[in-house]
């Protein structure tokens, strides 16, 4: 079982993940540009170093929650990162990346001698501080047996989906689908109920308990209502996200036309200047869409 842990990326949901390892005495070496990020892993029992490549040395395994298959790239082969891990580490890439390119990147770091394990996860910053997320698996057996204590400290529902790598990554887009379309129409609902003059907060009460209720709708639908809350995760995560959904819908030649709407609200709540607030905020899209006429106001 790998006890040296290498953890490259100490954001909202990183850096709980690192300190969830730390908890479960891994030697966990962390890097984040923000040297912030770095000194907080470092008080919580962690070790922190320099670069991607330092944090790597000697270790054998490598955690990564970047934010793209880019910098995943960027950490593994410019930085050198994936050298510097013993031979016969294991890579495990967490971030939400287009399954195509999980499997390219597998393909590299195999030829190099390193397992690879495709770990993408969900459940949020909340699910990364409880250690309650859920991680989807694509590896061979016995990389996923070398990773599973890993993904166990940090994830109490860790699922095998499939024997390659880009299997997890698909199993996480299908996630990000429908979790970016049951965001985007409960705001749409609530962007009806308000131009009727319901209020949404009586909306989303009697829908919470109705057939028409989802997780998203309960979750988010209460910060649709706040004028600033607390970012869980942002709009611009879904312009991406659903950005690889329809990636892989057009990989697949599948139809998502759904996805695409969704996809289309996300950006318009983006470009409206609330890419950086909470992703419940694309409901500011449905309100600008349907704002009164000018001559009613």
Known sequence: MPTSIAFVGLGAMGAP??????????????FDMRDSAREALVAAGGHAAESAAA?????????????????????????GALEALVPGAVV???ATCP?????AIATQVTASGRR??????????????????SIMVGAPDDSF???????????DKVFHVGQSAGQGATVKTVNQLLCGVHIAVAAEALSLAEKAGIDGRVLFEIMGGSAASSWMLKDRGPR?????????????????????VLDAGRAARTALPLAAAAHQMFLAAS????GGRDDSQVVRAYRALNAKPANDA
């Open 55 to 79: 944090a790597a040395a000697g270790a054998d395994a490598l955690v990564l929650m970047v934010v793209n298959a880019a910098q995943a790239r960027a950490v593994l082969f410019e930085g």
């Open 224 to 244: 649709m209502h706040e004028a600033e809350p607390t970012v869980s995760s942002a709009v611009d995560i879904f312009v991406k996200d659903l950005s690889i």
């Open 99 to 103: 399954p195509g390119e999980v499997e």
């Open 145 to 155: 047996a070398v990773a599973k204590p890993i993904l166990d400290a940090m994830g």
């Open 17 to 30: 993940m690192a300190e969830n390892l730390v908890k479960r005495q891994f030697r966990v070496t962390g």
């Open 271 to 274: 470009g409206l200047g609330h």
């Open 92 to 94: 495990i890439l967490m």
């Open 116 to 133: 690879f394990v495709d770990a993408p996860v969900s459940g949020g910053v909340v699910g990364a501080r409880a250690a309650t997320l």
